[in-house]
């Protein structure tokens, strides 16, 4: 008699998970498909867009693609607005210190004539005496320099003329932004205004909420505040201290003028005596007195005259290094103040972005 091999006994479990797999997968594929058939058939409740008078009806999607596109569009201004403000900072700030170094000469005379050699001398002897203050040397490099070319008030028109960018930049965005908000939502408009009741978007009042952050008057107070924050009133302080460690490149040629003094002026006062007036009578001491004061004036300026000869190059370059110094710093510190404004002005409106479509996320 002939027996049929039936199958193993470890097959027929196996076949059947085999076929339960399949099954599960099969219905986790219906699932699928059936929730995205729904969705597109319900994709949920209409989102009501207000503008002005104009309402549009777009879908929930439409809605978080337009919150999305909104808060693209002003990061966009942002960064278009930061590279104008360094672009305005960094051209500004070039043609006021090219007319700083323009003006440096103009100190080297003085530096290297009598009368700014006395007068040095004067208040070096007035500070030793406690009766006057010290810098001297720094608050004369200020009014050659500086007061010459205006830099305080320049400094003001630098910084009047970034807020008016900053309010330009604003407005474009802001003008640029609300156009392709109502060019996407012009196929949506609704016939009636919805019933009263209707939640909607309120873009019209999101864009009051955006002129805000743009108006002159919160430009003002953001750029005012945020330059003090970063001492950009201390520009003229740094320029001193600067002049002062830049003066002191021909203290070397000071000393030996001082050194030299002693010799040259006994010297030359006593030969002007002797070769310019009589040994006797009542004009002899005037006469004498007169022609060593002329000898002494007439060492001082060989004396200054040599001194610029070996050190009015390095002088002048020490105080275009400060200049240059002041330039980098002073320019870090403008551009920081501003980067504070565009932080906290573009944040404000990020923030009312969010704040007008956040019900979509609640729904």
């Not at 002897?125 to 010459?148: P, Q, T």
């Not at 932080?343 to 404000?348: S, T």
Request: hydrophobic share 50%.
């Amino acid at each position: 008699m002939t027996t049929t091999a039936s199958p193993p006994v470890t097959a027929v479990p196996v076949i059947r998970l085999l076929g339960l797999m399949v099954g599960v997968a099969a219905l986790c594929l219906v699932l699928v498909q059936r929730e995205a058939w729904q969705a597109a058939r319900d994709p949920g409740a209409p989102v009501v867009v207000r503008v002005g008078d104009d309402h549009y009806q777009v879908s929930p999607r439409r809605a978080e693609e337009l919150a999305l596109l909104s808060a693209l569009r002003f990061a966009e201004g942002e960064e278009a607005a930061r590279e104008a403000i360094a672009s305005h900072l960094d051209q500004s700030l070039d043609r006021l210190f090219a007319d700083l170094s323009a003006r440096l000469p103009a100190f080297a005379d003085w530096y290297y004539s009598l009368g700014g050699e006395y007068a040095r001398l004067s208040m070096w002897a007035l500070e030793k005496a406690s009766l006057a203050d010290e810098g001297f040397v720094a608050r004369r490099a200020e009014a050659l320099i500086f007061e010459a070319a205006d830099f305080e008030n320049r400094l003001e028109i630098l910084r009047v003329q970034a807020d008016a960018r900053l309010l330009r930049a604003a407005r474009e965005t802001r003008e640029h932004w609300l156009a392709e908000m109502l060019d996407l939502l012009d196929a949506d408009r609704m016939p009636v205004a919805p019933l009263p009741d209707t939640e909607t978007l309120a873009l019209d009042e999101l864009t009051q909420q955006l002129t805000g952050y743009g108006s002159p008057e919160f430009i003002a107070r953001m750029s005012l505040s945020s330059a003090a924050a970063v001492g950009i009133a201390a520009g003229p302080l740094i320029w001193r201290a600067a002049s002062r460690r830049a003066a002191a490149t021909s203290g070397r040629a000071v000393a030996a003028r001082g050194a030299g003094r002693g010799a040259a002026r006994a010297g030359t006062a006593a030969a002007g005596g002797a070769t310019l007036c009589a040994p006797s009578g009542p004009g002899a001491l005037a006469c004498a007195l007169v022609a060593g004061a002329a000898g002494w004036l007439a060492t001082d300026w060989a004396l200054l005259r040599l001194d610029e000869a070996l050190n009015r190059d390095e002088l002048e370059a020490a105080l275009q290094q400060s200049l240059d110094d002041m330039r980098e710093e002073l320019g870090k510190s403008l551009l920081a103040a501003y980067d504070r404004v565009l932080d906290e002005q573009y944040g404000a409106m990020q923030t009312d972005i969010q704040r007008t479509f956040r019900p979509l996320a609640q729904r």
